[in-house]
């Protein structure tokens, strides 16, 4: 009898272990509820499991959920708390990288970018966002540099197009020549003459100069010009 009760209990157990999976497999309960666009429920279980287990995956998807709850500022909370209990996880800088390159918040993405390469130099993803990063920084010839490498190793690659288009346009020297008339049935008629000039040299010198010549006439003639130079 004795012997029975036990197996019934151990039986019991089962059932009732096999029917909720909170209890067998937290983590993977979370998932399908993101999936299924619950991300509160999942959020809620993520945040219990994490506060008594050192796990991972169950780290990076509960960044992932906030992050799709658009909790920008708790997701970096989760994958700075990552990075502290597992420092050398490559894994974790390229998702925080990502979430950060997202965010614009280039200069920290970028370390993390540059850090997760060490473990895997031709990863695409990475070196994408990084050209992306010093393309619209103004780090021109890193841009130049990786996007050239990620062509070289994948043709055809769009992304990698696109940055060397965008760079051969703004660095390409150029000469802008605008003239205008302007009459109507008033007596004062109007020309102006407006040349423009710049070369690029580097992201910190892309020198200019402008000029305007305008020409007024009615009863008499008038002139006025201006130059401006810089550097944009």
């Known amino acids: 009898m004795k012997r029975l009760c036990s197996l019934l209990l151990l039986l019991l157990c089962y059932n009732l272990f096999a029917q909720n999976p909170i ?6 309960y979370a998932r399908n509820l993101a999936y299924e666009k619950k991300f509160d429920e999942a959020h809620r279980l993520l945040s ?12 990076r998807f509960h960044a992932l959920v906030l992050y799709w709850m658009k909790r920008f500022d708790d997701a970096k909370a989760v994958y700075e708390k990552t ?3 597992f420092p050398g ?14 965010l614009k918040k280039f200069s920290k993405a970028r370390q993390l970018l540059n850090d997760f390469l060490t473990s895997d130099s031709t990863h695409t993803e990475a070196n994408t966002m990084l050209a992306y990063i010093d ?3 103004g780090h ?9 490498l990620l062509e070289q190793r994948y043709p055809g690659n ?12 703004y660095t390409a020297t150029y000469l802008k020549l605008q003239g205008t008339v302007y009459s109507d049935d008033q007596p004062l008629q109007r020309q102006s003459f407006e040349p423009e000039a710049g070369i690029y040299k580097s992201w910190l010198f892309s020198p200019f100069i402008k000029a305007s010549l305008l020409n007024f006439d009615a009863d008499k003639t008038y002139k006025t010009s201006w130059v401006e130079a810089g550097n944009k």
């Not at 209890?23 to 993977?28: C, K, L």
């Open 23 to 28: 209890i067998t497999d937290t983590v993977s």
């Open 135 to 137: 393309l619209w920084t």
């Open 48 to 59: 219990a499991y994490n506060n008594n287990n050192t796990d991972i995956n169950a780290l």
């Open 158 to 169: 769009t992304d990698a197009s696109y940055i060397l288009q965008q760079i051969a346009y």
């Open 89 to 102: 996880e490559a894994s974790v800088k390229l998702d925080y990288g990502r979430l950060l390159y997202q």
């Open 83 to 85: 990075l502290i209990l």
């Open 140 to 148: 021109i010839a890193a841009a130049k540099k990786r996007a050239t």
